[in-house]
Nanobody, 123 residues
Framework: QVQLVESGGGLVQPGDSLRLSCEVS????????MGWFRQAPGKEREFVAG????????SYADPVKGRFTISRDNAKKTMYLQMDRLKAEDTGTYYC????????????????WGQGTQVTVSS
């Protein structure tokens, strides 16, 4: 069973940067793809970015393209989300998740989730 632990959230001002980390423990030899999702109060959880563990193919939601960068370090078994030029609308709880089979933007296609880390962008 894979366990995921997010870290790196915080309170920042618009225009600032943050880097989120997602540490993976447990079995990793069958990892296919992972993703970052976020959920703002009163809103549904939404896809932010995803990456194939082997090969590194990435996918981004339109609102974060050009500002966020997803990456992974196989040796450290850690996935990252570099968030630059943050906006107030990026505020929310950010979750990392393991895909059941393949890289997807649909949260239903992910079956292991971390506990989340809070990101607040406010002046």
């Amino acid at each position: 069973q894979v366990q995921l632990v997010e870290s790196g959230g915080g309170l920042v001002q618009p225009g600032d940067s943050l880097r989120l980390s997602c540490e993976v423990s447990g079995r990793t030899f069958t990892l296919y793809a992972m993703g970052w999702f976020r959920q703002a109060p009163g809103k549904e959880r939404e896809f932010v970015a995803g990456i194939r563990w082997t090969g590194g193919t990435t996918s981004y939601a339109d609102p974060v393209k050009g500002r966020f960068t997803i990456s992974r370090d196989n040796a450290k078994k850690t996935m990252y989300l570099q968030m630059d030029r943050l906006k107030a609308e990026d505020t929310g709880t950010y979750y990392c998740a393991e895909a059941k089979w393949e890289l997807s933007t649909n949260a239903d296609e992910y079956d292991v989730w971390g506990q989340g880390t809070q990101v607040t962008v406010s002046s």
